[in-house]
């Protein structure tokens, strides 16, 4: 298998089938499959995903009898995967752009010296249409800086997490990610201690900004700087065995 889209969801019954139908629409010339898992949250977001993959014999649908919370559930998904790719997106938000996976692979099939691309995103109130402006999209705030090294996820992410898409190199997920509210920024600092990552200057996704979209939830309740103290305390930790 050349791609798993890893897709984490917990209580998206409104947002699940649009993400699904979304992955579904990518045209590419290789195999990719879907795996996905609803964290136990009883709200109807299991229906529509055995509905799909009734259908479509490249999802996988891991079926909860309990209730794992976010970073459990992603390393869950992630441990399932034996493709050369992971392309990841949460179950509220979806893509738009047919090409991206193609566009993606194919740099990164091109560009050995990179573990990870992503590209802009448009953001949208809850499930209103016409709060997205599709003449306004997002990318990293950097300036013009497009290839990101480990010292930038010491500081804060550049990176969107509805287009990522890395190599599947086993052990990225370590077990202090667990202690971090949410694992973005430690995911991806360790995706770039093994290449280089690059911003592909198009958008290609929605981003949903809603109460029950887990980013949104941390970000309300807690702050990045704690996790960046965490990296970086894990890090000298890291340094000071070697």
């Known amino acids: 298998m050349k791609v798993s889209v890893i897709v984490p969801c917990y209580k998206f019954v ?14 590419t010339n290789f195999e990719f499959e879907i795996l996905i898992r609803d ?21 996988r649908h891991f079926k909860s009898i309990e209730n794992l919370g976010f970073n459990k559930n992603i390393n869950f998904l ?7 790719y992971i392309a990841y997106i949460d179950g509220d938000d979806y893509w738009t752009d047919n090409n991206k996976l193609q566009t993606q692979i194919d740099f990164l099939d091109s560009n050995l010296e990179y573990s990870m691309c992503f590209c802009g995103y448009y953001r949208q109130q809850n499930n209103d249409k016409s709060t997205t402006n599709l003449d306004y ?29 890395f190599r599947n190199v086993p052990g990225l997920f370590k ?11 430690p995911l991806n600092y360790e995706i770039s201690k093994i290449g280089k990552i690059k911003y592909l200057n198009f958008p290609a996704g929605v981003y949903r900004i809603n109460k029950k ?14 996790v960046l103290t965490l990296l970086n305390k894990t890090r000298q930790l890291m340094l000071n065995s070697e």
């Open 137 to 165: 999209w997002f990318g990293p705030n950097c300036g013009n800086i497009d290839i990101f090294t480990p010292d930038f996820f010491l500081t804060g992410n550049p990176v969107n997490s509805l287009t990522r898409v």
């Open 39 to 59: 964290d136990f949250s009883n709200d109807g977001s299991e229906d529509i995903i055995q509905k799909y993959s009734d259908s479509f014999s490249n999802i």
């Open 175 to 185: 077990e202090y990610f667990f202690d971090c509210h949410i694992n973005d920024i």
């Open 14 to 27: 409104e947002y699940i089938e649009e993400c699904i139908l979304s992955i579904l629409s990518q045209k």
């Open 213 to 226: 979209n887990m980013s949104n939830y941390y970000e309300d309740n807690y702050t990045n700087e704690e």
């Open 78 to 84: 992630l441990s399932q995967s034996t493709a050369e």
